[in-house]
């Protein structure tokens, strides 16, 4: 079936074909590399007057041409979702095909668009493997399947025990599988190597398999030609679990050779333009956060302190990854960049007695002309202030109650004892705590 040869050349084109030459492997890279080249690029700061600035001559058919642009890109998106919808339909659940499709998608960090369609694929691979556990022993021929839906299951959070992979373990150990996988079984340690990331405590067979088989891919590595080493080098060095889909989405799309079938080319096709629909999305928050934070005036009031809004970001980009979470992503770096500013506010600039009176507001959570604090440190209470009511209003205007009374009782809780003398031993400073995004 072309859709099966076409699903597996995307996710696994090092080990897709044998007698695949190398100029038809140059020549699939190639397309491959096309779909990721920057000359087709959607980006804010090329085509759009959000992040560059454009001449005044320009700046109204540039808008209007930008609009189009935006509206093209989110259309052709609108159609190869809807077209990788209808493909899913003709996987069977219960195949390795669909094993190796939710783990393409989700390389591609587009699974967020196909969560029901992978919650009924799981399903009926918990059933399978709840009923072939202890009946089918693994073996080289099944190894990438056994161990693919092992880690897909256990990523969905499905108990899966890690059982299974004792007897090839034993096999391993004994001598009786070969220690220096060639070939196609490279593609199955791999797999194994992967779902040995996701071991819990008390599992030490899986720990055991990771360790084996990471030594047997690493001695193999000599042995493989520069496209399968480069595939075996990033499974050890970036495991999948231990790995943000975001960040390998682009190199995981060009790695894959024979893209030409229809299957992988709408699915090549749906993650380019979600990426740049992504990037766009990216780009706007950047732009409020580095607005507020440039209004916020902390910079210009803490020049020593670190002046880095876009690595705060960073920390929210990463753990929000679906796209209609906006306003957390822009609402959570406001607290996280505080945690960097209030550390520096006691490592550099507080006083003891300074920084002893500004826990005492901060545990009154009151500030009046009274305190004797400086100015940089009264202008961050009233931020802290602003930034908890803003977190308040958001949570209740989305669920319907409002948590200003126990975020303010969480800050006071984490907030730092009274500075310690010069004579005592200086302690760890921790004030804010991730109660505002957990």
Request: aromatic share 10%.
């Amino acid at each position: 079936m072309a859709l099966s040869r076409a699903t597996f050349a995307f996710l696994h084109g090092p080990f897709a074909s044998k007698g695949t030459s190398q100029t038809d492997k140059n020549k699939h890279l190639q397309n491959a590399n096309s779909l990721s080249s920057t000359n087709n690029k959607w980006s804010i700061s090329s085509r759009q007057t959000l992040v560059s600035t454009p001449s005044k001559d320009h700046t109204r058919p540039a808008r209007k041409r930008n609009l189009a642009t935006e509206e093209d890109i989110r259309g052709r998106h609108e159609m190869r979702l809807e077209e990788v919808k209808q493909l899913l339909k003709q996987v069977r659940g219960d195949s390795l095909e669909s094993l190796v499709t939710v783990d393409a998608l989700q390389r591609l960090a587009i699974d967020y668009h196909f969560e029901d369609e992978i919650e009924a694929i799981l399903q009926r691979h918990l059933l399978i493997s709840s009923s072939r556990s202890h009946s089918r022993p693994i073996d080289a021929d099944n190894l990438h399947e056994a161990a693919l839906r092992f880690r897909l299951l256990r990523q969905g959070g499905y108990p899966v025990p890690s059982d299974v992979f004792q007897r090839f373990l034993h096999k391993m150990n004994d001598g009786t599988q070969n220690k220096k996988p060639q070939g196609n079984d490279i593609l199955g340690f791999t797999s194994l190597f992967e779902a040995s990331q996701l071991g819990i405590e008390g599992e030490d067979a899986l720990d055991q398999v990771g360790e084996s088989t990471r030594q047997r891919l690493h001695s193999s590595l000599a042995d493989l030609d520069h496209v399968q080493a480069r595939f075996v080098r990033n499974s050890l060095g970036n495991p999948f679990h231990k790995s943000l889909a975001r960040f390998t989405a682009n190199d995981f799309l060009r790695n894959f050779v024979g893209h030409s079938c229809s299957w992988t080319k709408n699915l090549g096709e749906l993650a380019h333009l979600d990426m740049n629909i992504v990037r766009s999305v990216h780009q706007r928050e950047i732009l409020q956060v580095s607005n507020w934070w440039k209004e916020l005036g902390m910079a210009k009031e803490l020049k020593c302190a670190r002046d880095q809004p876009m690595k705060w970001y960073m920390w929210p980009m990463a753990i929000l990854t679906e796209t209609g979470l906006s306003q957390e992503r822009v609402l959570v770096t406001k607290p996280i960049s505080f945690i960097y500013i209030i550390d520096d506010i006691f490592d550099v600039y507080g006083t003891i007695e300074d920084l002893t009176a500004f826990t005492d507001v901060v545990n009154r959570w009151e500030c009046t002309e009274k305190d004797n604090i400086p100015d940089y440190m009264r202008m961050c209470f009233h931020a802290l202030d602003d930034i908890t009511n803003e977190f308040s209003l958001a949570v209740y205007k989305n669920h319907g109650w409002n948590p200003l009374c126990s975020l303010r009782k969480t800050v006071q809780l984490f907030t730092p004892p009274p500075p310690p003398t010069p004579k005592k031993k200086k302690k760890n400073h921790t004030f804010l705590p991730f109660f505002f995004f957990s």
